[in-house]
């Protein structure tokens, strides 16, 4: 069992950064992948970046392309979303979720999910 802690969102500017945090419990972090998902109000959950259990091979959803950065300390237990050129339409709660592959993670199949920050930006 794997619990998972957003924490990091906030109220920013357009263009602004935010670093998200995302504190796992248990043993067994590393053997996950991790992924970082939003949901918009009116919208479905979506898909914004997953890494590997070991931190490499960064995939991003074509929005965030250039801006957000996943990564993962797993000697702290802990994966990181950094966010950064944000625009309006990057509002929405922010959630983290593990997985043993890329495929369930973006097919928002994760095994584990955290109950999500806010993040809103204001133009």
Do not use: H
């Amino acid at each position: 069992q794997v619990q998972l802690v957003e924490s990091g969102g906030g109220l920013v500017q357009a263009g602004d950064s935010l670093r998200l945090s995302c504190a796992a419990s248990g043993r067994t972090f590393s053997s996950y992948f991790l992924g970082w998902f939003r949901q918009a109000p009116g919208k479905e959950r979506e898909f914004v970046a997953a890494i590997t259990g070991t931190g490499s091979a960064p995939y991003y959803t074509d929005s965030v392309k250039g801006r957000f950065t996943i990564s993962r300390d797993n000697a702290k237990n802990t994966g990181y979303l950094q966010m950064n050129s944000l625009k309006p339409e990057d509002t929405a709660v922010y959630y983290c979720g593990v997985a043993p592959s890329y495929g369930r993670l973006i097919g928002m199949r994760a095994d584990y999910w955290g109950q999500g920050t806010q993040v809103t930006v204001s133009s």
